[in-house]
């Protein structure tokens, strides 16, 4: 579809949807002190913990010249052996440098990586000019290299050595039922409960931890790291695809009490707060890392409220407003930065800062599909962008960040006009920008884009978008 020049005009005339300037000047306003240090920290190195930093130095106390770290992750911060590393840098507070790199499920690596390791494979460190190119070997390097100085040890007490070694087979094993469940399809029901008998020796590991909630007490050691990034996957998979439900909402009854209190625990971490992700995001980028996953009937429910499709109670959509606390009570919100305002306002920061990118990334939508495809079905990064949909999208993107500051009600009138300026280019025009918009929706990743209440909140406001257009 060419430009219609025309249509672009009219669109930029309306003067009722905010310019982007002017809606960064309102989220300034709106802003924390300390939310409106976020890009200076950026650049700086220091403040809390981003997705976004490319440098990590914690505070002003550590300079880029003493970095002794670079750490090589996926670039989409899918990557579950990448986390065990960041983890652990961020816990003990580490200065590292972040280089990221494709996973081969959504894109290439670059020649400098592949020289560097071989077999492509990540996470990578290059700690005191030494590559290491085994998350596990990291892990190791990184509690001998940093155990002095402040630095905080993550090594289990000689007292609890014997433990931790039992423990670390323990994970060995929920990994492998986990594996065996989630990918098979041979006898399900026998997979199901391998994986429980599992499960329930980790709960009762956790539940005779003395002192504390932690797999060894009341520190975090390197153990919680190992288990931390698969029972979060485990939580998010077997829902979605099995309707097994191993996390609850707060309040609510489970047969694995001491498990929802470790991950209760872990979240009031920094370093796991900073690298958390969502089930959405686990259930799209799980299956091409593992060749596919098998679903079951029972799962179908959690998928669509996952998905976004429906509520659990069948009320309303799920990335509908307005939300549903624990998305209907399939996913715990995340306390510790859920309330509304704070969440939108991320939202709107993620997006004004970066909106000439977001707005032909989602224009992908209505353009043409990349070659070579990779198995990833949410990724298409040699996707063409539709340059006819971007003033569309554009002042969508600026209704949709208007109303997240200032309320839905008082964006209507900007909205409206907008809407009526696209649908009279016709049906294919009108159908382009949807599309353009749903790409986008379906696209945001936690954490690599913003922390999920965020992500929620610009998925239902979105969606409040699409509505006004069909």
Known sequence: MEVNRELDDRLNAIHA??????????????????????????????????????LRLFDASNKESDVRVTFFRDSASWCPYCQKVWLTLEEKRIPYRIEKVNMRCYGDKPASFTRLQPSGNIPVAIVDGQVYGQSNDILYVLEESFNQDGYKSLRPKDADRMR???????????????????????????????????????????AS?????????????????????????????????????????????????????????????????????????HCWDLPPQLGGCTYEDNGAPFE????????????????????????GGVEPDWGWCNEDGMARREAV??????????????????????????SAALAD????????????????????STAMLTGCPSSEAGISEAVDTIISAGDQHKEGVVSSLAYLRERVGVPRDMRLPAARQFRAHLNWAIEKLL
């Not at 982007?20 to 890009?39: S, V, Y």
């Not at 669509?304 to 509908?320: C, K, M, P």
């Open 17 to 54: 949807v905010p310019q982007w300037a002017d809606i960064r000047a309102e989220l300034e306003k709106q802003q924390t002190p300390e939310e409106r240090k976020f890009r200076d920290n950026l650049e700086l190195g220091i403040g809390t913990g981003s997705p976004l930093h490319k």
């Open 381 to 400: 990064p040699n996707a063409v962008p539709s340059v006819a949909m971007e003033c569309s999208v554009d002042i969508m993107l600026r209704a949709v």
């Open 164 to 206: 931790a070694q039992g423990l670390l087979r323990l994970e060995r094993q929920i990994f492998s039922a986990w594996m065996y469940w989630l990918t098979g399809s041979r006898d399900p029901e026998r997979y199901r409960q391998e994986f429980i008998e599992v499960l329930n020796v980790v709960e009762n590991e956790l």
């Open 304 to 327: 669509s409220a996952i998905n976004g499709d429906r509520s659990l109670d069948g009320t309303q959509g799920s990335w509908e407003l307005p939300l549903q606390p624990h998305n």
């Open 209 to 281: 931890s003395k002192g504390g909630d932690f797999f060894l007490g009341k520190d975090v050691t390197t153990v919680d790291f190992m288990f931390a990034p698969f029972l979060e996957r485990m939580a998010a998979s077997l829902l979605f695809f099995k309707g097994f439900q191993m996390r609850v909402p707060p309040g609510s009854d489970t047969p694995f009490p001491a498990v929802n209190r470790w991950f209760d625990a872990m979240e009031k971490l920094d370093s796991y707060r900073l690298t958390k992700s969502d089930y959405y995001t």
């Open 349 to 374: 920061e993620r997006l004004s800062a970066n909106f000439e990118n977001v707005v032909k990334f989602a224009a992908r939508g209505a353009g043409k599909k990349g070659m070579p495809p990779f």
